[in-house]
C-alpha cells in the first residue's frame, strides 16, 4: 500500500505518543490524564487488571471512543482520531481479543476485505494474493490465503488478524490479549512473529493481564491501575514481583496455600461418555473419569476439543449419545436423560465458561441473575409469587460474602466487570452447598486480585470435601489449583498427570496431541 | 466498558424520547397537512379536541384503545419470550368465533355465565389459534415471524368462508350474524354508569376495557412476580441461559404464545360481544398490526401499553374528526399521518437515542 502524507514520520519521535488522556462514562472515571510513549520499533507491554482502563485507552487511540480530553501523537505529529478509519489512516491497526473475520471466506478474502481496491475483484486479486505472499514470507506468518477462515484453528486465523492489519499498512500494531485463545505452542509463535514485526521496524502494543508474556517479549511496559497511569518500565529492570504489584497496589500472593487433599467416596462418575454437536459432530468420544470427594481435578485442553460439550453434559445441557453419569445416587444416561433442574437437585451446581451468555443474563438485574437455575426453589418465592425483597436480601449476601462490586443488586448484569460477574456466579453456585461442582473457565477475563478470591473459594470449597470438575485452558490455574490433571485432546482424554509431575512443556505436548 | 456508553437515564428513556418522537411525528404529519393546504396548527387543535375535548370524544378514544391494549400486551407479552407475534390480527378474528359460538349458542344462559363462557371462549380460540405458529417455532424451527405472517390469511379465509356459508343470518346479504340476544351482549359503560346514577355519553365504549384494566394489571404480575413470568423471561433474553437454568426453551415458545393469543383474543370481546353485539366480517380491521406498534412504543411494560393505546387511540378518534372537520383531509390522509405516528414512535423509535446520549453526556459534563 501507498504510504500516505500523514504516514511520513520523524525517525527519532515515538512512534505513538498520548499526552493527558482524560475520558469518563457518566460517573466512572475510566481515564485519568495518561501519559503513554511508544518508541518505534518497540513491543510495549501495557498491564493492568480488568478495569483499570487499559481497553478504554486503546479504544481512544483505535477511534472506538473520542476523549473528553488530551492529546495523540503519531510519529511525532498530532493527529485526530475520531473513528478507526481516522488510526488506519494514521498507520495504527487493532487485532481483537475477538477475531473480526468472516469464517465462510477464505483467508485472501477476509485480507482485501474493505480495501478491494475497486467494484471489480478480478483485476485486484492477483496482486493482493502477491503481495499476501511477499507478508507472509517476510514475517513468517504463514497462512494458505485460499484456506477458509471457519475451518483453520485459532492459532493461525489471529496469523489472518495480523496479516490483515499489515496488509493495510499497519506501522503500529494493538493486539489486545492476543494469547487467551492459544496453546502454550501458539502463543511461542505468536511471539516469533512479534519479534520479527519488531526486527522490521514496526511497533506493537501488547495488551495483556499476562506477567509472563510481558517478561518474555516486550521492550517496556506500562502498568496502569484504576485509570491511572502508575508507572513505567523497562522490562529489562523490572520483575514481575514488582509489575503485579503495581497493577494490584500492594503485593502479589504467588503461592496458594493448598493443604494435602482429603480424597472421600467417588461423587461424580462419567462411563463412556460420547457427545454430539449441534451439527452432529461427535464432541466427547468415550470418556471415562471419576472425581472424588474433596479433591479438584483439572481437565487441560486448548479450547475447542471437546471441554465445553463435555461440560454441558454433564450439565444437563446437552443430550448424552452413550455412556453415563452417575451424581447423587442417580445415573443419567441417553435412555435416562436429565436436565440442568434435576441435576441442580442432586447436588450438581455449575459455573459455565461463558458467563455472559449462559451464567447470568446481561439484560437482566443482578438480583434476578442470582436465582438463575433456582428460580423454582420454594425459598424465592411467596406462595405463586416471587418473594423479591427476599431475593433483593439474598443477593445482597451474596454480593457481600463474594466481594461483588458494586453491591447493587439491582443493577443490570452487564454492567458489572467481567470478574464481578464471575463473582456473582460463583456465589450463587457455590453458597447452594453442592456435593458437586463443575467449573469452566473460572477466572478468564478476571482481573489478578479477582482470580486470587476465587482460586481461594475453589480451594476452600474443596477442603470443605466437595468434589469439583474444573476446566481451564490457562494452564496456570490448572497446575496452581488441581490435585489430578486430565489433558483433553479431540474429544478424548489422553493423559492424566499429578501437578507435581507435570511440567508445561509436556502438558503442552499432551494438549496439542502430540504425545 | 463499553457497555456504559449507551446508558440513558431511565426517565430519558421511557419519557423524553417517546415525547420526542411523537414531536417528530407531529411535525412530518403537519407538513402532509400544509401540502393539502390546510392549516396543521387548526388540524392539531381538531384532533385533540376531537379525542380529549367531549365525552363522547374521550368514549371514543377509549374504546378504540380497548383493542389495542388486548394487541399491544398480547405483542409485548411474546416479545419477552423472545417472539415477534405478527399474528394478533388472526388470532383476534380466530377468538371472534370463539365469542360469537358462545354468544349465539349459549344465549339460554344468564349473562353471569355468559360472561366467563364468552371470555373463555375468546382466550381459547385466540391461544389455540397462537399455539399452531408457536408450536411450529417451539418444535420445527420454523420462524414466528413468517407464520404467523401466514396464519392471519389463513384466517381471513376461514372467517369469511364461515360467515359467508354457516353463520350467516340467512335471507340477508352481508357476510355476519344475528344480533345476539341483550344477555349475551357486554353492557356498554354509558348503561353501567346509567345504573349507578351518572351520566355519560353514549359510545361504543363497553365492559370490555375494564376487563383490559384488569389484564394489564395481570400481564405485569405474570411477567414480573411469578417463576412462569422470570422463566418466560429468561428464554426471551437468553435461550442459552433458560437450559443452563433447565427451563426446556420450547415450552414457554409455546404457553408464550398461547397467553399471547388469549389476549389478542380480547379485541373479539371488545368488538363482538361489546361493540357491534354480532360477529361480522374483517372486525380486528388492523388492530392486531396496530398492536405492534403500542408494544413498540410502550416498550413491552403494560403501563407503556396503556399508554400508547390511549395515544394511538386518540389519534383513530381524533383522526375520524379531522376528516369531519377537514374536508380536504381524507380518511386516506389521516390513515397516512397515523402511519407516520407508527413510523417515528414504533420503527424509528431509538433514531434519536444517540443524539439524546450525545446531548445528556455534554450536559452532565459541563455540570
Sequence with gaps: MVASPARQRDATAPAVELRGIDKRFGTVHANRSVDLVVQRGHIHGLIGENGAGKSTLMSILYGFYTADSGDILVGGKEVRIAESRDAIAAGIEMVHQHFMLVDPMTVLENVILGVEGGALLRRHVPKAREELRRISAEYGLNVDPDAVVGDLPVGAQQRVEILKALYRGAEI?????????????????LFRVLAALRAQGKTVILVTHKLREIMAITDRVSVMRAGQMVGHRDTADTSREELGELMIGRKLATRLDKAPANIGAVALEVRGLSVRDIQGVQRVKDVSFAVRAGEIVGIAGVSGNGQTELMEALAGMRR?????????GATVSAEHPAFADRLRKLGMAHVPED??????????????????????????????????????????????????????????????????????????????DPTVLLVGQPTRGVDIGGIDFIHRRLIAMRDRGKAILLVSVELDEILRLSDRILVMFDGRLVGELLPENADERQLGLLMAGAA | MSGTALRLPWWADYILLPLLNLLLALLAAGLVVVATGENPLDAVVTMVNGAFGSGEGIGYTLYYATDMIYTGLAVAVAFHCGLFNIGAEGQAYIAGLGVALVCLYLDFLPFWLVLPLAIAGAALFGAGYAAIPGWLQAKRGSHIVITTIMTNFIAYAAMEYILVNVLIKPGQMSPETRYFAPNAVLPKMDAMFAAIGVDIAATPLNLAFVVALLCIALVWVLIWHTRWGYSLRVVGASPRAAVYAGIAPAGRVIQAMLL???????????????????????FPSGYGF???????????????????????????????ELTFDMPAISPYLVVALQGLVILFTGGLATMLRPALVRALRIGAGAR
Design chain 2, 290 to 320: 396496530t398492536g405492534i406498534a403500542v408494544a413498540l412504543m410502550g416498550r413491552n411494560h403494560p403501563l407503556g401499553v396503556l399508554i400508547a393505546a390511549i395515544l394511538f387511540g386518540a389519534l383513530y378518534q381524533g383522526g375520524a
Design chain 1, 320 to 328: 448424552l449419545e452413550a455412556g453415563s453419569v452417575t451424581v447423587g
Design chain 1, 355 to 432: 458467563r455472559l451468555r449462559t451464567g447470568l443474563v446481561p439484560a437482566f438485574a443482578a438480583r434476578e441473575s442470582a436465582i438463575l437455575g433456582y428460580q423454582d426453589d420454594p425459598m424465592y418465592s411467596r406462595g405463586p409469587l416471587l418473594d423479591w425483597p427476599g431475593i433483593d436480601r439474598h443477593t445482597q449476601g451474596l454480593m457481600e460474602k463474594y466481594e461483588v462490586k458494586p453491591p447493587i443488586s439491582r443493577l443490570r448484569g452487564a454492567l458489572f466487570s467481567g470478574g464481578n460477574q464471575q463473582k456473582l456466579i460463583m456465589a450463587r453456585e457455590m453458597e447452594r
Design chain 2, 260 to 282: 399471547s393469543g388469549a389476549l389478542a383474543g380480547g379485541v373479539a370481546l371488545n368488538e363482538v360481544m361489546g361493540a357491534q353485539g354480532k360477529l361480522l366480517i374483517n
Design chain 1, 173 to 189: 500494531l494493538i493486539l489486545d490479549e492476543p494469547t487467551g485463545v492459544l496453546t502454550p505452542q501458539e502463543a511461542t509463535d
